[in-house]
Every structure is written in C-alpha cells, then in structure tokens.
C-alpha cells in the first residue's frame, strides 16, 4: 500500500521539486523574445556582436548590423583588467559567499590575455572557487556582492558570471562550466521571462540562453 | 583489526553487506556501527540541495523499496552479492547484535555523542558507506583512517555524478569507469588512495545498470581493502591535487547529452565486435 503510495506520488513530487527549465519552453521563450529584443538592443560591446553573429547564424531573420569592433575599447578592458589583476591576486573573487563586483567581467578578458604562471594559478583557482560556489550554494549562490548592489546591477553581475562560465566552457572545453551555466539560466528564467524588450538585462541573459544553445549544439554534434 | 563503520540508514544493503563480511572475518573486529538518523531538517536540506528533486527517487528506492529494489534487475547487483554472502539480517541491528557491537543512531555522524561513542570504541579504521559530509574531528579518531568507496575513479574524477561525466567526456578513448577506496580528507575525495578497479562498458548498458554494477563490488572491494590493511598489504598513495578536478550534479540536458554519448559508445562496441566476429 504504502509503496503503491509513494509511487503514485514521486512524479509529481519530482517535478515539483525540479528547478530545471524544460528545453521546450526555453526555446519558446527565446523565439518570443528574440525579435523584439534585437529590436530596441543598443549594440556598443564586443560581446554584442558576437550574439548578433550567432543569432544570425541560428535563427536567421532580419538583425541589425553591430558597429565595427572598437580596438579601442577592447585594449581598455585589457589595461583594467590587468590592473585589476594586480590589485586583487591576495584575495578572491568569492569570499565567504560574498562575490567581489566586477569580477567575472574581468576574469572573462583575462582568459584570453598572456599572462605569468602566477597569476594564470590564480586565475584558475578563482574559477573553480566560482563553480564551487554556484553548484553548492545553487539558488542561494551570487546573493551578495561586494559593494552592495540594487536589484538590476546584481542580475549584470550574475549574467556576467554565467557568460563568463560560457566562455570557460567554449575555450577550454571545460563542461562542467556549460553544466553550471546551464542551472544559473534555468534559475534566471522565471525573473525574465516577463521582462519588457527593452530592459538591458534581458539583452544580457538571451545572450547567454543563446550561447548556452550553441554549445549544447555543438556538444551533441 | 578493530573497524567501526558509518552508514547512511539502518537498512543500507551495501553497509549491511559490509557489515557482515566484517563480523565473520577471523582477526577483524566490528567494533561499532554509526548510522545517520533519516529524517532531519539539516539531513533532507542538505541532501536535497546537493541532490535536487532526484533525492525523492533515491529515498524511494531506499526507504520505501528497500531491497526490493534490486528484485527486477536481471543482471548480478548488490542483492545478488548479499545472498551469496549468506546475509540475512535485514537491519544493521541484527548485525550488531550478531558481532556482539552497539548500533547507534545520531542526527549526524559528526554530532558531539557520535563522536564520543566513536572515540570511545578505540576504532584502528572506519569505513564509511554514507550519511553525509565527515568533519576534521572525526576523521582524526581512527589510527589508520576513515575508508570511502568513491564511485569513480580518482584523482581525475572527483565529486558527484561521476559515472556520467567520463562519458560526456570521453573523445577517443573509452571512458575510464570504475571504483576508488580511499582515505577520506578534508577535501572532496582527495584523500590517498588504497585501491583502483577499472569497469568497462558493456553491450545493454544504460547509466542505471552500470551503477548497479559498480554498487555490487562496492561492499567486496572495500572489505578486501581492509583486510590487506590488517595484512600490511596495502599502502597509500598520496594524490596530486592538480590531478583531477570536481565534478558537480549533472544538469538534466548534460545528463541527455551523457545517455546519447553512452548509445554511442556501445553502438560502436557493438560494430566493433561484429566486425571482429566477421574477420574471424
């Protein structure tokens, strides 16, 4: 009785558990918004026209062409981050659950800068301190930062992290950063999904749904 | 010998399995068993953060299955194991009783009277087969350690999920599966190493049946480790940490990704063979 019980029981109790997002509505959620996003987006970042690329190459369609790439502005975010590198090296980007501002931005241009053995260690320590941080804490993970943040800085500041786990799983092959950037999108989704096109931070976590699809199609062809 | 084990519920097959190859061993002694206590806030919080809604399943087939769960797999499991080691007792209880050792239940295995208790049975090793993340304190009691059976074999595959991430991995090479006993530290199976057996895939194979077949070797593998440690056969071999990483909880599209790898790897077993069989 008791078996039949929980057994009648445990699929529903399944999904009401399950905080994954089915592949089906993120896919729903991505054709609704796209359009309207690329719409009212303001392409200035590097970072744009790389999404405006692979939606063009994935969903085809009508996309505004992205200003030139500004080596200007990529040599600057180069120069910040490495001396925000010499800065911060005796502490950590996560540290006691307190997430520095800014960080992942900078790890994501540092990724691609030729740097000393030193630093490259420090790097890659503060990348797996950043997974360990999100698989364990889950929900609860990248709840505060430091300095203080209001609500919409915050969400720029969790989407940087998942693009820069993106990133990590692109250039090194690294899944196990796709696998966490899958469930930080899947835990984005329900405060996006209503989201108004022209809210810069849907422009950021669409960017990251789109890249995460690329890489799953690539990891399954 | 005197070996004190920890077990996650008083019913566990694998610490029952365990248990009892311990009590009928000439020159082992059974000197106490820890299990967890099953319901506790801080327990199902725990286990269900790091586990998510797939604890549910794992509660079911443990708790309310039992057994029984073993019942319908036709290939040889830890069921399989447990009869042809002459096991009867369907509690770690009755096997307490049997060895002539206390059983005791505590919130959690590192709860200030489980450590008393601990300390107090003068444990030379401890096998853990589950119940929860193990402190400092307590893995300083034992002389010799706190032995774990990981699922995967170290140091490359540390942590959780780790028979589905070799094969999501795996490019050329046949994915490295199999067991691990070790030396549980500070850290997440980085402790040193004692014993590393390799499993291959084989055809039929989906992720749920090579589980079932790393579990039934689970109990053997680690009595037989720690028989060689009363044996001095044995010693272990300190891991580099730049030798593997961590893996995490599998998200259900990478675990989708895992299974079509998994068809593919046995699909091209299966040309392999047939090829051979053909040119033979």
Not at chain 1, 163 to 176: M, P, S, W
Not at chain 2, 203 to 217: C, K, V, Y
Not at chain 2, 239 to 262: E, F, I, K
Not at chain 2, 265 to 275: D, E, G, H
Request: charged share 25%; glycine share 6%; with cysteine.
């Amino acid at each position: 009785m008791l078996q039949r019980l929980a057994k009648w029981l445990l699929p529903p109790a399944i999904r009401w558990l399950d905080d994954s997002v089915p592949e089906s509505e993120l896919e729903q959620f991505l054709n609704a918004k796209l359009q309207s996003v690329i719409s009212v987006a303001n392409w200035q970042a590097a970072q744009d026209q790389a999404l405006v690329t692979r939606l063009r190459d994935q969903f085809g369609g009508p996309v505004p062409m992205p200003p030139i790439p500004d080596p200007a502005a990529e040599q600057a975010a180069q120069a910040a981050a490495r001396c925000w590198l010499q800065t911060v090296t005796s502490r950590n980007a996560i540290e006691r659950g307190v997430f520095m501002v800014g960080s992942a931005d900078h790890l994501r241009v540092l990724l691609n800068t030729e740097l000393d053995d030193t630093p490259r260690a420090w790097i890659d320590d503060q990348l797996e301190r950043l997974l360990r941080h999100v698989e364990t804490r889950r929900q609860e993970s990248l709840q505060q930062f430091s300095p203080t943040l209001d609500k919409e800085a915050a969400w720029n500041e969790r989407h940087a992290v998942t693009r820069l786990f993106l990133q990590v799983a692109r250039e090194r092959g690294d899944l196990r950063f796709l696998n966490a950037a899958l469930k930080l999108n899947d835990w984005a989704f329900k405060f996006h999904r209503r989201m108004p096109a022209d809210d810069p931070r849907l422009l950021g976590y669409i960017g990251n749904l789109v890249e995460q699809q690329a890489l799953l199609n690539a990891l399954e062809a | 010998m005197r070996v004190l084990m920890l077990a996650p519920i008083r019913s566990s097959l694998y610490a029952r399995v365990l248990a009892h190859l311990l009590a009928r061993e000439q020159g082992m002694e059974l000197v106490g068993i820890v299990v967890r206590r099953p319901w506790s806030w801080g327990r199902i919080r725990g286990e269900l953060r790091r586990d998510g809604p797939r604890l549910l399943k794992k509660v079911y087939q443990k708790l309310v299955l039992g057994d029984a769960a073993f019942k319908s797999s036709p290939q040889r499991n830890l069921l399989t194991v447990a009869k042809e080691s002459g096991l009867t007792a369907k509690t770690l209880q009755e096997i307490a009783a049997q060895a002539g050792c206390t059983c005791l239940t505590f919130g959690d295995h590192n709860d200030q009277k489980s450590l008393d208790f601990i300390r107090a049975q003068t444990p030379e090793a401890i096998a853990f087969t589950g119940g929860g993340l193990i402190r400092r304190d307590l893995l300083s009691i034992p002389k010799l350690g706190v032995l774990n059976c990981h699922m995967g074999l170290l140091p490359p595959y540390r942590g959780m999920d780790v028979v589905e991430w070799p094969v999501l991995e795996a490019a050329s090479n046949a994915p490295p599966l199999g067991l691990t006993v070790h030396y549980m530290d500070a850290g997440v199976d980085t402790g040193p190493l004692l014993r590393l057996e390799k499993f291959g895939l084989e055809p039929g194979d989906d992720f749920a049946r090579l589980r079932e077949r790393l579990t039934a070797r689970m109990p053997t593998l680690m009595f037989e480790v720690l028989r060689d440690l009363r044996n001095q056969r044995v010693l272990p071999a300190a891991q580099n940490s730049a030798d593997g990483r961590q893996y995490y909880v599998l998200h259900p599209r990478m675990y989708t990704a895992a299974q079509r790898r998994l068809s593919q790897w046995l699909s091209s077993i299966n040309q392999n063979s047939s090829a051979h069989s053909s040119a033979i």
